[in-house]
């Protein structure tokens, strides 16, 4: 039963260095952005990722897909767009005389949307069904998206003259959130070198096929989360519901989330059990998101981020006690 | 080789030694307290039926507390037969002296001892071992427990035998017995585990060696039963007399030498008056009843002091070799301030649970979910690191998880890293990952643990050590 379990931890472990392996020949140095988006992809979750323009959020998302071998869908988020444009419409085809479904972006494996927050606050509602029951709702007609299905969105958090916030309703539909971050001298370097001939992403391929991810998916969900390492994720998100600095906490979805982010970082690292670590690591991309900091704690300047790994550090971690 | 078979020879083999020992015990209590009017053999039989009748009771449907009791009830069946065929065979079925003969002997406990509470006794004890067999985990560490534990038992009823000048009879056959079912069970037990020579490649070559084995020493001990016979004692005996007499005659000679001394005369005793009891003393005089009390109130006193004074024995006993160890270059003693305490405490407060039965209808045959050894031993190793650390100034924070401390931990002794690493990556899988660790890697992890605590030793006055 061990040896089984360990060639099953195996073989995703495989599967996501290749996948890495895949996407940093276009992002230079974002190995841990990378390892996050493959986590979110591993247990049906969606990625927001936060960043300022120029860094490479679009390029991710799109090579992410290029490497999945999945269907491919943009969504590019403006204030005029529609939600018809985004789920698709029913028209009346005349040839036919019949009402026809007309699928709009949405219906892809993998849907970038890009800039989420310059949709109006009416677009962005559309989503919410499309992320949490993985299917859409057009004129009394409900279509399932096909499997697997990852919405990447980015925002940028510095531009907000024409953005609408995003509702807490639809943060708390993204699993984690992620930033890319300025890259290194060295890295930035390479990255001059590698697009100057050509732009890498049009030479990649997938490695991943649909079915493949699918069963993987799956797999990952048999991972060990022992019972302490439970109560430990429990603690954390329960810690932050009653935090001075903080107006909203965890929801039950997000410690769902952080439990389930957990055992696919561990089969993505080639451990068939999850530990504290694990936890710990994603309690900020996980959680931050979702809560919403007080005004002093804003005035003060500290940042969600900054409460979340306050708080990951006065939970106790489940070690053996010294008696 | 089935599985059902295999465990069907360790079931015996345990049936065997515990029997052997069961048999030597009942001999000498039959002989000593019993009247000799007992049959050993007789009784003997219930602790296999328990055995049976508790593992057929195991496959029914029934509450924990039904299955107890359905158990017990069959035990006093079995109990009251065997008194009934034992001592009242002549008596009819229906007659009332011999189901009345158990509580009697109960109730006559502080004046006499009757068979009949050696056949309650023994039988309520063999019904236990045998219940306790048909739920117990059969593997090499059960094995080799019930052989020391037999060995033991063994010994002290030989010991006894001997002291209280008791002849057990066929004690050579039932020693050999003994080694045949311990050699035979825990062979096989240890085959079973994986581990052994006896799953490898040359499993032919040694199991024969092993046959060859324990055929050499039955014959051993065969020939020794053979040589020493009561003749060949008896003549040893008398040899060591005649030395002895030898020496004192010596002694003798040697006194015969110096002159004897005149012996003073006494001057003579002085008669007692007769004194007759007074009304007062008369009236309060103790009652038989009460001085009964009494006297076993000061039996548990001279126990009570006795346990006591080989407790603060024991305790010098530790302290002298503490003190001696601590000396040794390369030794470590390690003191566990309060665990003989805490031992006995738990001990005591489990008697007392059980005897109020509290604890009884819930657990009522339950297996208790004892942690496994290899988990316990890891665990208890990554404690003691734990403990180390703190008195050394580094404790573990409450946030930080294994991996992080064992940064801080490299810090302190960088030599050490690799062995910080490896209980710490041993502790990580057995304690998140529920892994069990194999023999190889346990021992690993002891010689890093051993590693990390003799280079401690050598920083003691480095880092300040806890002494």
New interface residues.
Partial sequence: M?KVVKEVSQEIKGAADRLTSNVSKVIVGKKETVELVLVALLCEGHVLIEDVPGIGKTMLAKAVARSLGCSFKRIQCTPDLLPSDVTGIQYFNQKASEFEFRPGPIMANIVLVDEINRATPRTQSCLLECMQEQQVTVDLETVSLPRPFLIIATQNPVELEGTFPLPEAQLDRFLLRVGLGYPTEDDEGEILSRFQQENPLDNLTSVIEAEELLEIQKLCRQV?V?S??RSYAVAIARATRSHKDIRLGASPRASLGLHLASQALAAIRG???????DI?YLAVPTLAHRLIAKTEAHLRGRSVGEIVSEI??????P????? | MKLGWQKGVLYVAIIGMEGCWLYALMALLNKEVGGACLSVHGMLIVYPLAFVFNMLLQHLRCPKACIWGVSWLAWALSMLLIVKVQLFGDLPLLDSAWLLSVPRSIAEVIYTFRPELLILLGTGVMWWLGRRLSYLKVDFGALVSEFQFGLLILLIAFFAASQLRVELGSSVPMVLTFFLFALLGISIAHALEGTSWLSGLYQGHWSGLLLITISLVLLLGLLISAVVTPGFLQLAVAALKWFVGLILKLIALIASLFPEPEPAELPPATPMPEMEPSEVFKMWTVPESVRSGLRIGFYVLWLGLIVVALWRISSDIFGWLRRKLAGMAGAEFESLPGAFRADVLGWLKRICLRLLGLRLPIHLGARTRAMLPEIASV?QI??QL??WA?AAGWP?H????????LHALAQLMPEAQGDLDLITEQ???T?????LLTEDELYQLRQSWRNVSQNKLRKRGKYKWIK
């Fill in positions: 061990d060990y022992e302490s390492i451990r068939n059990y999850v530990i504290p670590d710990k990951v550090s006065t939970v106790s971690v070690v053996e006690e010294q008696r | 665990r990554y404690r734990l403990r703190t573990r409450i946030s930080q998880t294994p991996y992080e401390y502790y990580v899988r304690r998140y990952g529920a892994l």
